[in-house]
């Protein structure tokens, strides 16, 4: 989780990058996978772990070793409440995908360019 979180929502010089992408392979219960596709069609490796409802990939570029998104399967149905009151269901098998489509350093926050 730690690694995940460092990846996805912080900056890091591309040798930290790189260290990361060899690194998660020998952290105990994480899967790669190559070809795996984000929200954008973009394709990476993904670094899987398996909780106990799903499969959480992030997905990294192979060559630049940057966050492309994430990839989750659902392993197990999970019913939920909306705020109305009536229930919807999260079937196994069901998979979510996120993209990152830009991500650079700015002065302040909130800033755009």
Same mark, same amino acid.
């Given at each position: 989780?730690?690694?995940n979180q460092l990846i996805s929502e912080q900056w890091l010089a591309p040798e930290v990058?790189?260290? #990361?992408?060899?690194? #998660?392979?020998t952290v105990k219960g994480i899967t790669m996978t190559e070809d795996v596709p984000v929200a954008d069609g973009r394709r990476g490796v993904a670094f899987g772990f398996d909780d106990d409802v799903a499969r959480q990939s992030l997905v990294l570029d192979p060559q630049t070793f940057r966050y492309l998104g994430s990839n989750?399967?659902?392993?197990?149905d999970r019913t939920y409440e909306r705020a109305?009151?009536?229930r919807g269901t999260f079937k196994a098998g069901t998979v979510s995908l996120t993209a990152q489509l830009e991500?650079?350093?700015v002065n302040q926050p909130g800033q755009r360019s």
């Amino acid at each position: 989780m730690e690694i995940n979180q460092l990846i996805s929502e912080q900056w890091l010089a591309p040798e930290v990058r790189a260290a #990361l992408f060899r690194a #998660l392979p020998t952290v105990k219960g994480i899967t790669m996978t190559e070809d795996v596709p984000v929200a954008d069609g973009r394709r990476g490796v993904a670094f899987g772990f398996d909780d106990d409802v799903a499969r959480q990939s992030l997905v990294l570029d192979p060559q630049t070793f940057r966050y492309l998104g994430s990839n989750s399967t659902r392993l197990q149905d999970r019913t939920y409440e909306r705020a109305d009151g009536s229930r919807g269901t999260f079937k196994a098998g069901t998979v979510s995908l996120t993209a990152q489509l830009e991500a650079k350093i700015v002065n302040q926050p909130g800033q755009r360019s």
